[in-house]
């Protein structure tokens, strides 16, 4: 099991950026495919990034894809989501998650351990 804690939430205008860390304890981070999720009010948690357990291969939600770079420092135990151009639908709790494998995956069921969300609101 790894314990993950994502931080770097917060408001910000449409159109502006936020950086949001995931800092992973416990197993080894390395072994750890890793994904971002997000969940706004009344709707269903949903894939937004994942990237491998190398970092050399990503995948993203088409809502944010060119928009969002998912990106890991396995030295640091961290993931990060760079998110640009955001705007006000990309308001959510957003979530940090690992998979024990290797490559990626979109499936919310491939990811045992979830970190306790950050909150984004993007004003109009």
């Known amino acids: 099991q790894v314990q993950l804690v994502e931080s770097g939430g917060g408001l910000v205008q449409a159109g502006g950026s936020l950086r949001l860390s995931c800092a992973a304890s416990?197993?080894?981070?390395?072994?750890?495919?890793m994904g971002w999720f997000r969940q706004a009010p009344g709707k269903e948690r949903e894939f937004v990034a994942t990237?491998?357990?190398?970092?050399?291969?990503?995948r993203y939600a088409d809502s944010v894809s060119g928009r969002f770079t998912i990106s890991r420092d396995n030295a640091k135990n961290t993931v990060y989501l760079q998110m640009n151009i955001l705007k006000p639908e990309d308001t959510a709790v957003y979530y940090c998650?690992?998979?024990?494998?290797?490559?990626?995956?979109?499936?919310?069921?491939?990811?045992?351990?979830w970190g306790q969300g950050t909150q984004v609101t993007v004003s109009s």
């Open positions: 998650a690992g998979a024990e494998q290797a490559s990626v995956t979109t499936r919310r069921q491939d990811y045992a351990d």
């Open positions: 416990g197993r080894t981070f390395s072994r750890y495919a």
């Open positions: 990237l491998s357990r190398s970092g050399s291969s990503t």
